[in-house]
């Protein structure tokens, strides 16, 4: 299995390893559970060191923990650049921290572009650029394989939230059919469950559930 993941724990999003030679790390939690990340991170990556770790987006339940797992793994954190400042400043309402009762922790960023490519020596991740949840989410998305890690654009089951800052329920739609139209068989969500074979049938439910087909 290419993709291993973390079960986010309480309040944590999922985070992701796409394994290889050289690793990359999707999204980090809230930093709550910051001990339990570097264990599994030391079973899975092995003798591999991470030197990137992708934000899906900026929502602290996913990049809360990117600021002391950086430093302390020494990675380089990724994200798009509508999504960057409000991480690199830890804005408190754009990351939505305060909703947690915590300041979120300022973070060196490195812009993204859609469509670059990240390779991991095993499997190549595009970037794909899916607004909607926030402006500047994207998902990443392995083509030969199929591999497709949306985010909170959708899950097994549902979609993400349009309404909170920088939400649109339009780009939403738009990004999910993008998704579809890259087919995808695996898909790994930014919470809840994964599917390694239903992602097409995830995508099409969630396009009902926004009422689009
Ligand atoms: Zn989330
Ligand atoms: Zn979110």
Redesign the pocket.
Known sequence: MVVRCLAGMDFD?NVYLLTGEDPILVDAGTGMHHQDILKWLSCTAKKCKVRRMVL????Y??TGGAPALAREIGAEVLMHPLDAPAVREGDPRQT?SYMFGVQSQPVEVTELREGQVLSTGESDYEVVHTPG??SG?ISLFDKVNKVLLP??TVFVGGV??WD?PSGNFEQLVGSVKKLLSLAPKEIYP?HGDFSQHGAAGILEEALKYLGES
């Open positions: 999003s899906t987006h900026r929502h339940d996913h939505l949840h926030t989410g985010g909170d993400g939230r909170l930014g």
